[in-house]
Structures are given as C-alpha cells and as structure tokens.
C-alpha cells in the first residue's frame, strides 16, 4: 500500500517484522453462512497481498482525512497531543480504530490491550490512553483514592489558592461524537461476491513466488505432495495468509476441545473465554493456562493473523504455546493424502528440533485441548524482556495429577521453552518424581533433577544461561506453590448412607505472604494528571502563549497526510540506494568483488570510493571521518559500498551479492575494558577539580569505593534514516531532503565533495534523532550516487540496517571513591568515567565534558575531582542523545548517594537533603547557581507524592508479602541548559507578510516531534498580535534560513523564539506608522495599506546566542545559561522470583520557568522520562563477541510500550517561576525529563534491598545499568539462585 502505485502512503513502514505497530492497517472480511463481517487489525509489513482476496483493507486514509471529514479518532488523538513526530500515529488510529468499529464502547481493558502492539518513542503513551479514555465506558477521573480524593475534585488542596492552575490539557467539548453509523461499510462487492461466487483454486504468479490459495483440505493435502518444500502460509508471522477456511473450525467434544488449526490466536483467545465460563473450574485449567499465555503473545494485530497451527508446527523454542500444551496432552491431527493420524503433542519436541515426526506432505488439521481432570492442575509461565509484545526468555508449561484424595503425584509432566533451540520436556526428572508426596523435599529434588536434566547450551546471542536456568526452577517452585495452595482447598467427597460428606484433605498450603506471587502483573489503564499553572486573567484569549495549543501537526499525523521522505511522490527516472556495511570490526579490505551485483536485476552501479570526486572523508571534529571505506573497515556496520537500481528491493538484493574479502586486524576493541587495557583513547581527556580532594579523604568518617556499568542505548526514531536527492538539472545542483537535525552541516559536506546544495529540507521527523556520523556518510555518498546516475536517489534505511549502521548513547562505566560523615554529609568525590565513543570521535569528547560538568546533578560537594576518557573502539560512532551524557552521569552520581546511604544507614532521601544546593552557591566549574527552584521541586514533590506515608505503606507491603517487593525513590535534578559554546546558540528566522494578511514563517529550528514549529508560531502569533491560523509554516531548508546551528541540547524554542520575535519586531517597527495613523484599523487594513506604501513585508529574525563558555585548562566558566530543575518519587513493585516488575507510580515535579506551551511541555517530559525508564531498566544492546550487533529491531531490542507505563502519572509544572535568560520566561525542556527515569532504577533498588536485608545478604550490592529482571532475580539470591551457582560449580 505504500508502494508508489498507489500512493497510499499514510501507512508507515517502522521495522518490517510485526514488532512496531506502525503499519497496521484493518481487515474486513464477510462470512457468508453467518453473515457476519469481522473487523481486525493487522500489521501490513507481514500481510501478504494474495490473501486478502476477498477481504476489504481500510487504511489510515480510509478513516478520515482533512480533505473530507475526520475521524473521532483522528481528531481526539491529535487534540489530547497524543501525537508528536507522528510516525507511530497513524497505526495508534488504526488499533484504536478496529477496536472501536468491534465494540464501539470498549472496556479500559480493551483499550489498552488494543494498543500492547504499537510502540511510540516520542509521548510517553499518557496522551494517546487519554485520547483512548474518551471512547471508554468508564469514567475518565483518575481514580485515585489514596487521600479519599480523585483527580476531579484534588486539585483544590493540591496547589498553593493564589495559584490559578489548570490540570486539563484539551477539552472533551470540542469532540465530535462517535457515531458507528457513519463508519465506512463493507463493499456490497465483496459480498455479493463472497455470497455467489462459487470457491474456486486461486493462483498468483509473481517474479519469484506462486501462490496457491486451495478450497479444500483434500486439494490442499494433494498441493503438499506437488510441493512438500512450499510453505504453509497462514499468518506469515512465522515464515515471514491464507485462512484456510477448512481449518478453520472449532468443536466441543466430551474430552475437551478441538480447534482447527488455522484459527487465529485471537479466536483461540475467545473459544478458550468462552469455555471457560461455561464449564466448571476443574474441566477448564488447561484452558486457563493456554489463555494465559495467549493475553500477553505478540500484540493484537499479530494475534489476529497468526495462527495457532503456525505456532505449533514452527516448533520454534519461543513458542508460548508449545510448553503448555505439551505438557497438558494436547494431541495433533494430522492428515496427508489419504491418511490421518492423531499424535501426542510432546511427541514433536521428543528429539529436539527437526525431528521426522511430521512429514513434509502433512498438514495439521486441528488440535485437541483436553479438560483436566480432578485432581489435575496445569499452569502456564513466561517471563520476556518486555511484558508484552516480546518473545519470552524462558517460558514453560507444567501439569500435575494426584492419586485421587491425596497429594501423592500420579502424573507429572514439566515441559519449558526459551532454553534449547525447541520446547524440551524434564521427562527423567517426572518419571523419577511420579509417586511421590507434593512437598518440599519434593520441590528440592525436583529443582535439582531439572536442572541436570535440561542441559543449556552456552550463551550464543548474549542471553545469560544462569538467568534462564533460575527461571526454570522459580518457574517450577511459582508451580509448587499455586497446586499448593490449590490441594489445601481441595475437598474430598465421600457417601455413607446416601448422604454426602465433605472432608477437607488439611494440606497445609503456603504462607500469607506468599499468596502474592501467585498473581502476575496485569497492565491497567493508567491513571494521570497534568497540572500547569494557568494564564493570567489579563492576557488576551487571542494570545496562545501559555496555552495547551496542539501540535501544529498532530491531525496530519493522525490522518496519516503527514509527508516523511518515503512517501514524498516519486521522481521521475528516480534510483534507490542499498548500502553494503562492513560484517567486521576491525580488518583490512582485501578486494570488493561487485560482479555478481552488477549483474543483477535493476542494478545501474555499485558506487565504492573510487567514485567520490573529492576527498573521502569530511570533518566533524579534529579527526577525519571516512565516508566510504578506504583499505580497512574499523567497525561492523561500516558503509563500504553502495548499490545503485530501479527499486529498493533491487538493490537491496544485489547489495547482499557484493563479495568483500578481509583480512582481520589485531586488536579488535569492542569493551571498554579492552580500550583500557589497549590505551586506545581519543584526545583530549578532560578533568575537572574543586576543593582538595586528598585532604578531604583524611578527614572524613567513611570512605566507599564503587564502580557501575551503564550501557548503551539506541535512538529508535520510528522513522528510520531516509534521505532524497533530487538533482536540479543544471550547474550540478541538487535538492536533497534528509533526516537530519543539522541540515547546514549536510550541505557543508556537500560543498566538501565539489556538490553546491541549492536546498537541504528537513522533512518530519522522528523522536530525537541526532544524525550519527556514520549516517552523515551516507548521506554524503547521496551526492556521489547523484553524480555518477545524474538522477535522483533515494535511501530509507530498514530497521535493521539501521540499527547495524549507527551509534547511539555512550556506554559509561564509571568508578567513584566517596568520603563522607557519619552524619551523612559527602565532603569529597574522584570520578573516572570511561566513555565508549566507538571507532571514530564525533561528538563523544562533548559528551564526555557535558557528563563532567553535570555530575554534581543537585548536590553541593565542597571537594571534587573527576576525570572522563573517551575510548576508541570498533563499535559504530555512539554520538549525541537526548541529554548527553548527564543520563549517564547523573546515575553515577545518584549511585554514590544510594552507597552512602547504605553505608550510614540513613535513607537514600535523607542523604539527598543533606547534600544538596541550598543557598546561592557555585558549582564545581565556579558558575552560581540560585538553588531555589531545585529546593522547590524537591519539597512540592515529597508532597504531592505523600513520599512519607507511602514509604510507610510500602515497608509494611513488605513485611507482608514475600516473594513481591515494592520499592520508592525520590530523585531531584538540577540540569544546566547550555551547548558551552556561544555561536552554536546563534539562531535566524525569516517572516513573510502576505497582501491578503496571511503570514509565513520559517527558522532554523528543525521539528522532530518535540513541537518547535507550533511554539514558533504562537510566538508570531503574540508578536504580530494576530491568530495562530494565520501563520503558516515552512518547512525548515538551507534555503530560506543558511548556517543554521543544530537543533540540540532543549535549545530549539529558546534560540530560535528569539529569532522569531526579532523578525517580528521588525516588522511590526516597519507597520507602526501605519498602526499609529489607523489604531482601529484590523490587520489587513495595516497590511494592504503597507504594501501601497512600499513598506516591506518580509524581514528576517537572529539571535547571536548565548554567552556561553569553558575554559578547561582552568576548569572554570559559564558554559550553561541557566538551569532546569526537578524531581521525580516513583514506586515499582518486583516479583522476586521472575525478576520482573511493574510501575506503580511516578510523580514528576518540573520547573520549566512559564511554560510557552504546557501541552507541549508536558509531552517532552513525560515522553522523555519514559524513554528514561527505558535506558535505566530495559534497553539492552547486545553484540557478539565479535562485534555484530544483536539486537537489531523491535524483536530483540525493547523500549517501553504502553504496558510500561506507570499506572499513576502525575506531572506538575512548578509554578510561579520565571527565567530572564529566555523567550517569555521560558525554559527549555526536550531533554531535562529524560534523568528522571532514574527514579525507577532506584524504586527498584530498593525493593531490591528490601529482598536483600531480609534474606540477611550482604548489604553494599553493585546493580548496573540497564536494570532489567535478569540482573534484579540475580540480585534477590535464594535457594534457587544458589541451586544454579552450585550446579554451575559441579560442572566445572
Ligand atoms: C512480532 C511477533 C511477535 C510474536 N510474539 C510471540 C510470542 O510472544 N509468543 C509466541 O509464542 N509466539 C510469538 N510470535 C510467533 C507467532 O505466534 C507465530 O509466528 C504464529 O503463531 C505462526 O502462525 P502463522 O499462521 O503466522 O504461521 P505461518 O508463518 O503462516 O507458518 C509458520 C510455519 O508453520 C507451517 N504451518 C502453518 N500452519 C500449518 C498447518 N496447519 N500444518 C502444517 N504446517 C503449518 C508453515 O508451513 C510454516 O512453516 C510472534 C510473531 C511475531 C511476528
Ligand atoms: S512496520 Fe509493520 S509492525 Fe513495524
Ligand atoms: S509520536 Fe509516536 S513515535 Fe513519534
């Protein structure tokens, strides 16, 4: 659909593999024999196009759009700013869309299941499930009642009277409502056709595939025979649909129930409710248990297609399904020309993967799901990198049957999944168990006999084999307790003289405080609140500073009008770019052999670099960085060459023909350990120093020493890298429309290679994405392909190769040795940060220097002393990311404080107060720093998050439960804003008046989701005192504003407000005469009469930038402008034998001087801080040891999606606080919220010392970065935990 024929292009293409949600699109189809149609949502990047014969798609454009009518949904997406680049947007509409053509008014539950598939890097979601609550039954209040009170009626006591706040941030009476007669019908077309057209064999023919769609299950079996090495393909979420009908049934029979093998997920999910329901507890624990792991399996859309047959028979180790039903007895029918058969399920998986149990020719027909038994309990269990959506780690199925009456194992049946390569059975370690009592000797030897029985491989793509082994075991004890619990319940029935009686069995069952773990995390709809401070009474209502305005561009992005580079219409003669990327960190190119690609389809050139007309190489620092590789690569993802051809696929085919032979070079560095140990570093090394740290350490109480390792993290943009160029056809000029946040430096790379760029556009862009050096190549490359074909070309890079190519946020490690009294009070400091820059500099040193001056975050340390070094490794060039490097630092620092805590035994908060800014002080660097606001924050969020009560809550939660642990922390934050440099703050604007009064606007600012064009323009919108809907926006070009600086470090708005503004005064200096002349006069009085005068109506806007500056040999200066300050408390709740965890609450304080606009704001925060959560608990890179990246895409890398989310979200603005250093009092805000995620690193610290001091384990314990549940079950060490060390002794 987003193919140039049809131009349809509102879909949007974010990974290719079902895992982002970007693309999905609805389904309609019309059963005849019911008469029924069904809606649902799937993804398109998996549909293949021959099975939708027959079926209606409905794609954003189909919803609504501006040009005709659009959508409730559409609409309230956009007007509660759930919307910010608005990649991910279209496909939200769509999820949400389904769901309401099915249940016009769905549950909560429905809501936010609907959703589990769609990921969105930029709002933080909170937006989006509060456009989504406006469609829901219930009611839309926060339903907090912690203080008896909900969010509707709190905000009396919440806030100081004389402030005026305000806590909405849209207004649900605009909304058009929802009505379901208006929605589009399914084509009479299609149904008449569905209705008379007799079935008939289809067959499409392709360039390289034939597709067969057969009617019956006798031709289908008669096709296996023709062609046993075809693919089934039903979902394709497997092999990479066909309902077929046949197998597409389900039946209830008197030993349980049969569904056909090409039911969807989804059906299954609903038969299996349905069941459930109808038929008593004890017939229905395998259902329960299947239906388990069917709510959190993939995301809606996947469910729907997938199907359960597919899932089954691809016998893949992550199956959810196959450990359950395995170990339940499910059986498989099976058929092939003229034979059927029924197999045991665990059958399939008896020797290991590929095993011949099912031949080529056979096809499943349908599976049967018993009812258990009395006596027989069954459960289900998984645990992933993320809640949702995400393939398990480890999962596994488990059944028990008792000897009727007793607790005496008749049966026992234990298969898992996620260990081997596919589901594997613990058949001795059953055997041997079967007759014994359900005890704890039981559960001990069990554990043991499970662990030597399934024995797992080395680790081969950076899973730890010690975290799958303890879920193996925590899997079976979480079993143990739930039968249990289950056999003290159980009732024994006898007769005697026609009477019934009850005998209770008096098992002893589990501890209370066990009770707990038995319920899994459950994602709710979050509730939240958004609190602002209102504008003042005097302000005029046509001024929109101050307010909640939309997203200039939020309903075209929900309509899906909203133009990226791959859906710019196509050009003519147009060619597409495919690069070839080095599969080796470090080695010298011995030859490219490019024949084999030349030769294929399309191709028109491979371009290496013999074909760049200047020099390779361009410089973004003092080192050069190379565009293509010369003689030697130096990291895995290095573009070496590229391929040239008629269409992405094309080249994307002949690029995977291009032989490139290497010779590996010693040393590979892909650590920072092995950086150091190889002293490979880039210069300079910086260092900063206060006070006299040495003499410091003599004196004080206590002295630690630590050391954390925080790794990297990707930027995930929804929109991959993507560029255009488009040559003008004359004195080698080119347009070219690139995802860049610098769009000067393009074009003076450009320059570099003898290109003159008449224009380099910035078009939409994703979340903040800061273009990586290596992209910049690419990017430059654009300019070679454009010299060689003379046409236009076009990259849009996939997800994967994405991934592979560029960096992303700098892995630290960091060591600290802090001193400080018995009372709490830190008096010195030294820091070493270890900084991996990968193989080329970029802006690592800036990093490195900003993780310097930022590492005092809030606190007040009289001696300091911190060096950083920048390592040089063969790992893609990590580059800038939203907060640059104080996410990093900022950890380190609040690490050190949690140690002191430790130490002291005091409370983590207590040291926090102790040692931070108090009065007007300077900070490490000798800048003054006014404190104030810091201080503010820190008590207005103690406050409002009841930190006191809640701790109070939250240690008795624990004494009552075992096995699950909560844990809170508040964490302030001072964040300088500054880039240190003053002309990189210089910013420019152009403002055009038009005769007929209507204005232009353009500025050097580039909009990547954070709302710079629609702050811009309600600053022109003050200025010229004229409404927003007459400024219209430009997009931002080298053209219109030249040497733009980059859009970095939260200055956008500040710089480039300023810019707007003086263009403005400009202008309104030149109307005044005229003004003056006519004051009652409207403006297009002023305008038209302007214009006769002669008066110009265009004038441009700049801003010189700040005074900013470091002098690093002193180690002083005022690189920052001023500083953002905050506070965040959060509560987590941790399952201690999974690892896993949930948010339960976050409450955010920000001041962010007057807020230009709050919405916006508020979105940068919350958007930011959930991205924070990502970096401090799950985004886990991981490579070989070789250098290739693993995680390359949505399946493997996790950010945080709706489940995510804290369950309580709270964002306040502080109020009554201003800044002269920017436009209107403002501040900046894109990157300050991001720190804040921290806060639940340490709520899940300190659950983690909660289990700790429980279990009497040793107190100081060392969690790095990201805190997923591998490293928070290693940290709560058991009986289990110890059972896998000493297993892993013996086996040494
Ligand atoms: C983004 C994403 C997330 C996912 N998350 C999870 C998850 O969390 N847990 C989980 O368990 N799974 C997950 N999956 C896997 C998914 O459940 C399976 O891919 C799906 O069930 C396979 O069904 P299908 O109809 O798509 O199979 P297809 O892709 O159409 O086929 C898969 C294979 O099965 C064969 N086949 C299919 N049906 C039959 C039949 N009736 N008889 C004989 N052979 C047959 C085909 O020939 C093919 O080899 C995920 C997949 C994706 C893409
Ligand atoms: S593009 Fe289809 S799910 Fe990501
Ligand atoms: S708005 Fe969701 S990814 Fe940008």
């Known amino acids: ?66 040009k005709t009518r659009i959508h409730p949904v559409q609409e309230r997406l956009a007007k509660c ?31 936010i299941a609907a959703l589990a598939g769609n990921l969105c890097r930029c709002t933080g979601y909170r937006p989006i499930l509060d456009a989504c609550k406006t469609f829901c039954k219930e009611s839309i209040c926060c339903q907090r009642k912690a203080n008896g009170k909900c ?128 038929f008593p507890e004890e017939k229905t624990r395998v259902f329960c248990a299947v239906l388990q792991q069917l709510r959190t399996l993939g995301g809606e859309q996947i469910r729907n297609v997938a199907s359960f047959g597919g899932n089954i028979i691809s016998r893949k180790s992550t199956s959810d399904l196959n450990p359950v039903l395995a170990a339940s007895n499910c059986m498989l029918n099976l058929a092939s020309r003229g034979q059927k058969r029924q197999i045991p399920m665990s059958d399939i998986f008896a020797d290991g993967v590929g095993n011949n149990t099912i031949t080529p020719e056979e096809v499943l027909v349908s599976i049967h799901i018993p009812y258990s038994r009395k006596g027989e309990y069954v459960a289900a269990f998984r645990q992933a990198p993320r809640r949702e959506n995400a393939l398990p ?125 038995l319920k899994d995390f459950k994602t709710r709809m979050p509730q939240s609140i958004q609190i602002y401070q209102d504008v003042g009474p005097s302000q005029s209502p046509q001024d929109p500073v101050g307010r909640p305005v939309m997203h200039q561009s939020g309903i075209k992005h929900a309509t899906g009008e909203a133009v990226y580079i791959d859906d710019l219409p196509p050009v003519d003669g147009e060619l597409f770019l495919a690069a070839v990327t080095s599969s080796r960190a470090h080695a010298k190119i011995v030859s490219i052999d490019t024949s084999e690609a030349l030769k294929g389809a399309g191709v028109f050139d491979v371009i290496t670099v013999h074909d760049v007309p200047a020099a390779n190489e361009f410089y973004f620092s003092d080192d050069p960085e190379i565009i293509f590789a010369r003689n030697e690569v130096i990291c895995v993802g290095q573009i070496v060459c590229a391929v040239v051809a008629d269409s992405d696929v094309h080249a994307k085919q002949a ?99 003898s290109y003159f760029s008449t224009g380099i556009r910035s078009n939409q862009f994703p979340t903040e994405s800061e273009p990586t050096e290596d992209l910049v190549k690419s990017k430059s490359c654009r300019g070679d392909c454009y010299s060689i074909t003379s046409r236009a070309v076009r990259l849009i890079l996939s997800r994967e190769d994405d991934m592979v190519i560029t960096g992303g946020r700098h892995p630290f490690i960091a060591k600290y040795k802090v001193g400080f009294m018995n009372d709490g009070r830190i008096t010195a400091v030294d820091a070493k940060y270890y900084v991996n820059g990968g193989c080329t500099p970029d802006e690592s040193v800036l990093v490195a220097e900003v993780s310097l001056l930022k590492i005092d975050n809030a606190y007040k340390i009289p001696n300091l002393r911190c060096w950083a070094y920048v390592c040089k490794t063969n790992l893609p060039s990590n580059t800038a990311f939203r907060g640059f490097g104080f996410p990093q630092s900022g950890l380190v620092t609040e690490t050190w404080i949690t140690d002191v805590a430790d130490k002291t035994g005091l409370s983590p908060e207590k040291i926090r107060e102790i040692n931070m800014y ?32 809640r701790r109070t809550a939250i240690n008795e939660f624990n004494k009552q439960n075992y096995w699950k642990k ?185 001041d962010i001087g007057c807020s230009i606009n709050p919405a916006v704001d508020i979105g940068q925060i919350e958007g930011a801080f959930v991205q924070g959560i990502g970096l401090y608990t799950m985004e886990e890179l991981k490579y070989s040891s070789e250098g290739v990246l693993y995680t390359r895409g949505p399946d493997q890398y996790k950010i945080p999606a ?63 970065s990201p805190l997923t549940a591998e490293q928070i079950r290693a940290n709560c060490a058991d009986a289990f935990t110890e059972m896998v060390r000493e297993g892993e002794e013996g086996s040494v």
Not at 999 to 1018: S, Y
């Open 966 to 1150: 909560r844990g809170i922390a508040i964490v302030p934050m001072k964040f300088p804003f500054g880039v240190s440099t003053p002309y990189l703050s210089q910013a420019a604007a152009l403002v055009h008046i038009y005769t007929d009064g209507s204005v232009l606007l353009t500025h050097g600012g580039i909009e990547m989701g954070q709302g710079i064009h629609t702050k811009m323009i309600q600053v022109a919108s003050r200025e010229l005192n004229i409404p927003m809907s007459s400024i219209h926006f430009c997009e931002t070009s080298t053209t219109t504003v030249p040497n733009a600086c980059a859009s970095i470090g939260s200055a956008g708005t500040d710089v480039n407000g300023m810019a707007v503004k003086d263009a403005c005064q400009t202008l309104l200096k030149r109307l005044q005469p005229i003004i003056k002349k006519n004051p009652t006069g409207t403006w297009n009085d002023w305008i038209k009469e302007a214009f006769k005068q002669s008066v110009s109506l265009s004038a441009t806007g700049y801003f010189r930038g700040y005074n900013e500056y470091m002098d690093w040999e002193k180690g002083e200066g005022h690189p920052f402008t001023y500083f953002i300050f905050g506070a965040a408390c959060s509560e987590v709740e941790i399952n201690c034998l999974t690892g896993d965890h949930k948010n339960l609450r976050t409450d955010i304080i920000m």
């Open 81 to 111: 700013h759930g919307s910010q680049c608005g990649f991910c947007t279209p496909g939200m509409v769509m999820s949400i869309y389904t769901l309401l053509r099915n249940h016009p008014e769905p549950t909560s539950e429905q809501m």
């Open 393 to 517: 780690i480890t999962n596994a199925g488990m059944r028990v049957l008792f000897e009727e009456g007793t607790d005496i194992i008749k049966d026992l049946s234990i298969f898992y999944g996620g260990a081997v390569l596919t589901t594997v059975c613990a058949k001795q370690t059953c055997q041997t168990l079967t007759g014994r009592h359900w005890n704890e000797q039981m559960l001990d030897e069990a554990c043991r006999l499970v662990l030597k029985e399934i024995a797992l491989p080395g680790s081969t793509d950076g899973e730890n084999v010690d975290y799958k082994k303890t879920l193996m075991v925590s899997f079976f004890y979480r079993f143990f307790l739930e039968v249990s619990q289950s056999l003290k319940t159980m009732v024994n029935y006898f007769s005697c003289n026609s009477l019934t009686f009850q005998d209770p069995c008096h098992f002893p069952g589990i501890p209370m405080e066990y009770g707990s773990v």
């Open 1 to 66: 659909m987003t193919t140039f024929s049809v131009c349809l292009t509102g879909t949007k293409y974010g990974c290719g593999g079902g895992g982002c949600g970007a693309c999905t699109v609805m389904i309609s189809t019309y059963e005849p024999a019911s008469k029924k149609i069904r809606h649902y949502s799937a993804n398109a990047c998996l549909l293949p196009i021959c099975s939708l014969y027959g079926a209606a798609v409905t794609t954003v454009e189909g919803v609504g759009s501006t």
């Open 918 to 949: 108090k009065k007007n002080e300077q900070t490490h660097f000798k800048q003054k720093l006014d404190p104030q606001n810091l201080i503010r924050c820190w008590n207005e969020c103690m406050e409002k998050s009841a930190y006191c009560s």
């Open 1202 to 1264: 709706v489940c995510d989310i804290p369950e309580q979200f709270s964002v306040s603005l502080l109020s009554s606080s201003q800044n002269p250093y920017a436009i209107y009092a403002s501040k900046g805000i894109g990157e300050a919220g991001f720190f804040l995620g921290c806060s639940v690193f340490f709520a899940l610290r300190d659950a983690v010392t909660s289990v700790r001091n429980e279990r009497g384990l040793k107190k100081t314990f060392a969690l790095n």
């Open 655 to 753: 690029a995977a023909k291009v032989k490139i032979e290497y010779e590996m070079l010693e040393p590979v560095i892909l650590t920072i350990e092995e950086a150091i140990k190889h002293n490979s570093f880039f210069e300079p090394k910086r260092k900063l120093e206060q006070g006299n740290v040495e003499e410091a350490f003599e004196t004080v109480d206590n002295i630690i020493e630590g050391e954390i390792c925080i790794g990297g993290q990707k930027h995930f943009y929804m929109e991959t890298q993507s560029m255009l160029a488009v040559p003008k056809g004359e004195d080698e000029e080119m347009d070219l429309y690139v995802s860049t946040q610098h769009p000067a430096i393009i074009q003076v790379m450009l320059l570099h290679l």
């Open 151 to 278: 969010c509707l009626d709190q905000e009396d006591d919440l806030f100081d009277n004389k402030e005026k706040v305000s806590t909405s941030l849209f207004s649900t009476d605009e909304f058009q409502p929802l009505d379901p007669t208006q929605e589009l019908i399914f084509p009479p077309e299609l149904m008449r056709m569905a209705e008379n057209q007799p079935k008939r064999t289809l067959v499409f023919h392709g360039e390289r595939v034939t597709w067969i769609s057969p009617v019956s299950l006798d031709e289908l079996l008669d096709l296996k025979i023709a062609h046993p090495k075809a693919p089934l393909v039903v979902g394709n979420t497997g092999v990479g649909n066909k309902a077929m009908h046949t197998l597409h049934f389900h039946n209830l029979l008197v030993t349980g129930l049969t569904l056909g093998a090409a039911c969807s997920l989804s059906l299954v999910k609903d038969i299996l409710t349905n069941a459930i329901a109808e």
